[in-house]
């Protein structure tokens, strides 16, 4: 069990950049991504007692953003598809199913366009896909820590980073060719 006088502001402080650009990779959109990490420090400030050691903090804190990130899109996806059936319903041939807004700060991109086909063929992917692009390429965790992270072994995040690499380019030529 942890310490009842837990300083829960030091705490957020040194998660907080974490989570957000966790939950930024996931959705590429930055209210977003605050929604989820509200959501994620909501879950783990009320877990945090219940926390048993058997993992890092930190490895436990990426399962929950990247479970809490996964929801959100699934949940915002269903709102989409609930949108784009009304528009279908009402015979309206004008409304356009378009990229979210790549929203993400401090980075700067030449060529906008082709982020946002970045992310859109990110979004397209399997969950587990997705997963271990985001933590190996754009987070920048080792393989072993991915592997602690995903709860898998080594040799299964290198597997799996293989085929979703094979998987994104297939999406991104594909893309390409619209």
């Known amino acids: 069990m942890i310490n009842e006088k837990v300083d829960f502001k030091n705490f957020y402080e040194k998660y907080k950049e974490l989570v957000f650009n966790l939950a930024l990779n ?3 959109n930055k209210e977003d991504a605050e929604e989820i990490a509200q959501d ?17 903090i930190e490895t436990w804190i990426y399962r929950i953003t990247i479970n809490k990130s996964l929801d959100y899109l699934r949940s915002k996806k269903r709102l989409k598809n609930k949108f784009l059936s009304n528009l279908l319903f009402f015979n309206n ?11 993400h700060p401090g980075v700067e ?8 086909i970045i992310y ?13 692009i985001v933590l190996l390429k754009i987070e920048g965790e ?8 995903m709860n898998i072994s080594e040799k299964a995040v290198e597997s799996l980073f293989f085929r979703a690499k094979l998987k994104l380019k297939d999406l991104l030529e594909n893309e390409k060719d619209i």
């Open 26 to 28: 996931y959705t590429a």
């Open 40 to 56: 994620v420090f909501e879950t783990v400030f009320k877990k945090l007692e219940f926390f048993r050691y058997e993992s890092k």
């Open 93 to 103: 041939k004008d409304g356009i199913n378009e990229a979210v807004n790549f929203n």
């Open 109 to 116: 991109f030449e060529n906008k366009e082709s982020v946002q």
């Open 120 to 132: 859109k063929c990110l979004d397209k992917l399997p969950n587990n896909y997705k997963t271990v």
């Open 142 to 149: 080792p393989q072993k820590k991915v592997a602690e992270i």
